[in-house]
């Protein structure tokens, strides 16, 4: 009996169907392979982070090298989904919440390079579509001790000064990326070398760094175990050292100003564009000027500027220090990797007496001038002086206009 139209029209939908879905699976491993490509390039060019950035009609894919983001490939924008989607499944997302902001760790795999230590995911919707931004977590075993992070030689001896102290607060100022997470876990390796035996725990959210010896605790978001929380269950657990990963609000930096007033040694970070910044952060969190200044042993501020590629700078005769020209090698940037500045603020009886009575940001920072106090600036000029990076490099970092 011969076939119905019906009948062939089903065969042909099915024809088609088939080959859809064919298409779709040779689609399907065109982005995985697309995906797989760029975070073997990323690891390859040493990039800290992968933006993935959806625009009206493209979507850009940039690496941050040295600090600076770069574009690397304009995907059509056809591909902006599925790129988004491939990264979902790898990072253990929800794939058909678009809606949403969503977080998660891409798995390192034993076929990935193991300088890498872990990848972390963060999605986020945009009025073009979904952006991801993939951050890349290296093992730097040239900048596991203290002094091979590239403090000045008072800076050094002035940290390891607080690490030999019992009790107090150390807190590290910065914008992220600038090394702080680095600088805290070397520290601590340098405790718990010098001082065997001592009780050394951390708060952190996500753990960014292992450190042996070390008890390392996980703060997950929207999760009941809080940093306060957390905190104030620590403190009962005889902790000498404790190490916070981030003072964000009052009611932390009220329990950790405690702590380092009751027999322990507390180091955190805090979101401040200097030492002086961050004291006055204190203050405005609630917490009393007394407690600041007999709490605090020292503010650390930091930032990271990049280094002169050492295969095609050149050096001006008129000045004598090296400006960047552009190669291969830098990805004809000028520069290759990146190197630290910083400054470093002690309490003495000038600045308490300041704090208590609550003076504001200019006077706290014409006390500082007045010392003599080394800035960020002077401490950067050591390297511009020694051809390890340039004026003008120096400058865009510490904010100055040019």
Do not use: W
């Not at 607080?162 to 876990?185: E, F, I, M, R």
């Amino acid at each position: 009996m011969p076939n119905s139209p019906k009948t062939k029209r089903n065969k042909t939908t099915t024809s088609h169907s088939q080959n859809g879905t064919y298409e779709s699976k040779e689609k399907a491993k065109d982005v995985v392979s697309l995906v797989d490509d760029l975070l073997k390039r990323a690891i390859e060019y040493g990039a800290s982070d992968i933006h993935f950035e959806p625009m009206s009609a493209k979507l850009a894919v940039k690496f941050r090298l040295d600090g600076v983001l770069n574009t690397i490939e304009e995907l059509p924008k056809i591909l902006c989904d599925n790129v988004i989607a491939r990264l979902k499944v790898l990072g253990g997302l929800l794939t058909y919440r678009n809606d949403i902001p969503q977080e998660g760790r891409i798995e390192v795999g034993e076929s990935r390079d193991d300088r890498i230590m872990d990848q972390r995911l963060a999605i986020f919707p945009t009025i073009h579509g979904q952006r991801a931004v993939v951050r890349l977590f290296y093992r730097h075993t040239e900048l596991m001790n203290l002094e091979q992070l590239g403090f000045s030689q008072e800076i050094y001896q002035a940290l390891k000064h607080v690490a030999a102290q019992s009790q107090g607060v150390l807190l590290l100022t910065g914008p992220a990326g600038s090394g702080k997470s680095t600088s805290l876990a070397a520290l601590l390796r340098h405790i718990l070398k010098a001082f065997a035996g001592k009780s050394v725990v951390t708060l952190e959210d996500p753990v960014e760094i292992r450190i042996d010896g070390a008890t390392q605790v996980q703060i997950t978001p929207h999760g009941q175990m809080t940093f306060p929380t957390a905190l104030r269950s620590l403190l009962r657990q005889d902790p000498q050292v404790l190490m916070i990963g981030e003072i964000r609000d009052a009611e932390t930096a009220k329990i950790a100003i405690e702590a380092g007033l009751t027999g322990h040694l507390l180091m955190s970070t805090m979101h401040s564009g200097s030492p002086a910044g961050a004291l006055l952060r204190l203050l405005e969190m609630g917490i009393e000027p007394y407690q600041v200044t007999s709490s605090i042993s020292a503010v650390l501020n930091q930032r990271l500027v990049r280094k002169l590629c050492n295969t095609c700078k050149q050096k001006v005769d008129q000045t004598g220090t090296f400006e960047a020209i552009g190669c291969d090698d830098c990805f004809n940037t000028g520069y290759k990797g990146r190197v630290l500045i910083a400054e470093m603020v002690q309490l003495d009886s000038q600045l308490r007496k300041a704090i208590l009575d609550k003076a504001d940001l200019d006077k706290l920072e014409e006390i500082l001038k007045n010392k003599g106090h080394t800035t960020m600036l002077t401490d950067g000029l050591r390297l511009v002086n020694e051809g390890i990076t340039t004026q003008d490099e120096l400058n865009k970092v510490c904010g100055i206009a040019m």
